[in-house]
């Protein structure tokens, strides 16, 4: 562990979450990786007596199917010595259900305003399930190792009907690649699913500028044409927002990180240079406000936090209001 009075944690990240996780291209780095997790892993050296290292990893090595994920549980994110550090991975949110169970959090860096959402294939412009469904006997698509995960669906109320959803059935994707989400909306407008069960900001995380080549970018341009969300502010997913450290339960594998790094968080969260991180990487909506951020109006509430029978969006805008009854 480095010595008790100077740990050193070992983060992992992928770099397929714009702008929570990437790869930096110059002149912010020479392609290492970047994202508000890794500036605020890095800042906490500058409140406490650690020593933060960030490094690739695929989220699936993480966390997978309903739990822990390979790497993590042999302690890959540890180097060749276990005696290196504190392994963990970092931008998870921290939701009820399975992940308790394996894992454990650190406090969060962002607040919880990471809904859930349902994302249907559009027909001519029409849902072909529409805001009004429970979802019974339907087949819904699992973003595999992402949150919201699979088994907190069934504790989310539907926007419409102010009921829960009852009766469907939890999928996976017929392929996997590199990209859970890809493979989770190829699957979906493929026909093996009637919905997808997806963070309600995730397809406009996923739109691109002009000649980006992001693996993402061409399948989720449909976003309001081919598909768009039928339900959104969906919160019930979540114990808390976005936290810095997802680490393994047990001995010697980061058992009581969260120890170490809470204490750390809060210092760190007052800072200007928290406030710094949350400009660059636009986060201010989403970050803990300290002194250091600007007084005035509140920002009005992003459109994937707003309940759906609050919207006054189209289908074709990729968020679908409530249909007329």
Same mark, same amino acid.
């Given at each position: 562990?480095?010595?008790?009075?100077?740990?050193?944690?070992?983060?992992?990240?992928?770099?397929?979450?714009?702008?929570?996780?990437?790869?930096?291209?110059?002149?912010?780095?020479?392609?290492?990786?970047?994202?508000?997790?890794?500036?605020?892993?890095?800042?906490?050296?500058?409140?406490?007596?650690?020593?933060?290292?960030?490094?690739?990893?695929?989220?699936?090595?993480?966390?997978?199917?309903?739990?822990?994920?390979?790497?993590?549980?042999?302690?890959?994110?540890?180097?060749?010595?276990?005696?290196?550090?504190?392994? *963990?991975?970092?931008?998870?949110?921290?939701?009820?259900?399975?992940?308790?169970?394996?894992?454990?959090?650190?406090?969060?860096?962002?607040?919880?305003?990471?809904?859930?959402?349902?994302?249907?294939?559009?027909?001519?412009?029409?849902?072909?399930?529409?805001?009004?469904?429970?979802?019974?006997?339907?087949?819904?698509?699992?973003?595999?190792?992402?949150?919201?995960?699979?088994?907190?669906?069934?504790?989310?109320?539907?926007?419409?009907?102010?009921?829960?959803?009852?009766?469907?059935?939890?999928?996976?994707?017929?392929?996997?690649?590199?990209?859970?989400?890809?493979?989770?909306?190829?699957?979906?407008?493929?026909?093996?699913?009637?919905?997808?069960?997806?963070?309600?900001?995730?397809?406009?995380?996923?739109?691109?500028?002009?000649?980006?080549?992001?693996?993402?970018?061409?399948?989720?341009?449909?976003?309001?044409?081919?598909?768009?969300?039928?339900?959104?502010?969906?919160?019930?997913?979540?114990?808390?927002?976005?936290?810095?450290?997802?680490?393994?339960?047990?001995?010697?594998?980061?058992?009581?990180?969260?120890?170490?790094?809470?204490?750390?968080?809060?210092?760190?969260?007052?800072?200007?240079?928290?406030?710094?991180? *949350?400009?660059?990487?636009?986060?201010?909506?989403? *970050?803990?406000?300290?002194?250091?951020?600007?007084?005035?109006?509140?920002?009005?509430?992003?459109?994937?936090?707003?309940?759906?029978?609050?919207?006054?969006?189209?289908?074709?805008?990729?968020?679908?209001?409530?249909?007329?009854?």
């Amino acid at each position: 562990m480095g010595g008790k009075m100077y740990p050193k944690i070992i983060l992992g990240q992928d770099i397929d979450w714009p702008n929570y996780a990437y790869m930096g291209t110059p002149p912010e780095s020479d392609f290492e990786v970047e994202g508000i997790g890794k500036d605020i892993a890095m800042g906490l050296e500058t409140v406490c007596n650690i020593s933060m290292t960030v490094v690739e990893m695929r989220w699936s090595e993480c966390w997978g199917d309903g739990m822990i994920g390979n790497g993590l549980k042999a302690g890959v994110a540890h180097g060749p010595s276990a005696a290196l550090g504190l392994a *963990c991975c970092m931008t998870y949110t921290h939701t009820h259900g399975a992940r308790n169970r394996f894992m454990e959090f650190s406090k969060p860096i962002l607040k919880d305003n990471k809904p859930g959402g349902l994302i249907v294939r559009l027909n001519n412009g029409v849902p072909e399930v529409n805001g009004l469904s429970d979802l019974n006997g339907k087949k819904v698509v699992d973003v595999v190792g992402w949150a919201p995960t699979a088994d907190t669906l069934a504790l989310a109320e539907n926007k419409c009907t102010k009921e829960r959803f009852t009766g469907f059935e939890m999928v996976k994707p017929s392929t996997t690649t590199d990209n859970a989400n890809n493979d989770a909306l190829t699957a979906l407008l493929a026909g093996e699913a009637d919905a997808m069960w997806v963070y309600a900001d995730q397809a406009k995380n996923y739109q691109c500028a002009e000649g980006a080549t992001d693996s993402w970018c061409t399948l989720w341009s449909g976003w309001g044409t081919t598909f768009a969300y039928i339900q959104t502010g969906l919160f019930g997913h979540a114990k808390a927002g976005t936290t810095l450290a997802l680490s393994k339960k047990g001995p010697l594998a980061g058992s009581g990180l969260a120890k170490i790094l809470d204490p750390c968080i809060d210092k760190f969260l007052e800072t200007k240079a928290y406030y710094d991180a *949350c400009v660059k990487h636009s986060f201010t909506e989403s *970050c803990f406000p300290n002194e250091h951020f600007p007084g005035g109006a509140t920002e009005e509430t992003p459109i994937w936090e707003k309940a759906t029978d609050t919207l006054t969006s189209t289908c074709a805008d990729g968020y679908c209001p409530c249909p007329v009854v």
